[in-house]
């Protein structure tokens, strides 16, 4: 079990800026709100890194904008939203993931392949 | 989360962190855990296990967003790394100090071979006779009725030992010694404990 949570851990840390890249390419979200949106799309951050020192990365090298804006009856927040070159870098990601998925696939096809035989 | 917010503070103005930017991250990260908290989740849910360690939240917040100064971080682990030498240093002395108290003798010990060989060279004895007060000094005689009186009690052989007992010093060295040696590590990961914030 520790092992698997470790695993999983991993190889979220490795994509999780695609991740907060993908949820505020179209519109922007404030920083629990991109929690949100993750949970809702099926990804509970539980047990992983925090998204903020993530989304300090991203405000860096500029893949995201921010802004302050009042939210709903609550202080003014700080939104994040995709950058052109943020939408760039998640468009070469996602493309990067599928290659790095579909080789991991094959050699497991063929792992189970030989196992199955 | 109070707590959790202040430790981040804290530890941004030791890593010399703007104050606006430091209370920019604060506020955001308070309006975040409070409406997570609305929403009934726990700080866990919104901060991943960096719920476990404030400090190392606050600095992977700060250095990853490129916020503490370049000359900040550099000198404050190498402030960190001397001041856990000179205390991991201290307290190996004081460690070896207090085996050395508890393994060595604590007294002194003096071994007398005879008892004439320390007596002194000079025995002045004293007459004391049935109704005199005489003290002067008589040499070389005794009185026909009296009792000659040496000034002291020859020294019987054996062993002497004087001194106190150092072992509790010993023990209590000891542990300051292992005490040392544990604050000098905590000082060097920079006190990085595993804590448990709850919302509050």
New interface residues.
């Given amino acids: 079990m520790a092992t698997s949570n470790r695993r999983r851990s991993q190889l979220l840390r490795g994509v999780l800026d695609l991740c907060l890249l993908s949820v505020v390419e179209d519109e922007p979200a404030?920083?629990?709100e991109m929690?949100?949106r993750l949970r809702a799309r099926g990804l509970?951050?539980?047990?992983?890194?925090?998204?903020?020192?993530?989304l300090?990365?991203l405000?860096?090298e500029g893949l995201v904008e921010t802004h302050r804006a009042a939210?709903n009856g609550?202080?003014p927040?700080?939104y994040y939203r995709a950058s052109e070159a943020g939408r760039r870098a998640l468009a070469a990601g996602i493309s990067e993931w599928r290659t790095a998925r579909d080789a991991v696939d094959e050699v497991l096809g063929l792992t189970a392949t030989e196992v199955a035989a | 989360m109070t707590q959790f917010i202040d430790e981040c503070l804290r530890e941004w103005k030791r890593l010399a962190v703007a104050d606006a930017v430091a209370n920019?991250?604060a506020?955001?990260?308070e309006?975040?855990?409070?409406?997570?908290e609305a929403?009934g989740l726990s700080p866990?849910?919104?901060?991943?296990?960096?719920?476990f360690d404030a400090r190392s939240?606050a600095v992977?917040?700060?250095?990853?967003?490129?916020?503490i100064p370049s000359s900040a971080a550099p000198a404050q682990r190498g402030y960190r790394t001397l001041v856990a030498a000179i205390t991991a240093a201290l307290a190996i002395v004081t460690l070896f100090l207090g085996i050395a108290v508890l393994t060595g003798r604590h007294t002194t010990q003096i071994t007398i071979a005879s008892a004439s060989r320390l007596r002194p060279a000079i025995v002045v004895p004293r007459l004391v006779t049935p109704g005199t007060h005489s003290s002067l000094p008589r040499f070389f005689f005794a009185p026909a009725r009296g009792k000659l009186l040496f000034p002291s009690k020859p020294i019987p052989a054996g062993i002497v030992r004087s001194g106190v007992d150092l072992q509790p010093v010993g023990w209590i060295l000891v542990v300051l010694g292992l005490a040392g040696i544990a604050g000098s590590i905590l000082i060097w990961r920079g006190f990085p404990l595993r804590r448990r914030y709850t919302t509050a």
């Fill in positions: 404030y920083g629990y929690t949100k509970s951050i539980v047990g992983e890194g925090s998204i903020y020192p993530l300090g990365r405000e860096r939210s609550g202080p927040r700080k | 920019e991250m506020a955001e990260l309006a975040d855990l409070r409406d997570a929403d866990e849910e919104v901060l991943g296990d960096g719920v939240f992977a917040w700060a250095s990853e967003r490129g916020v």
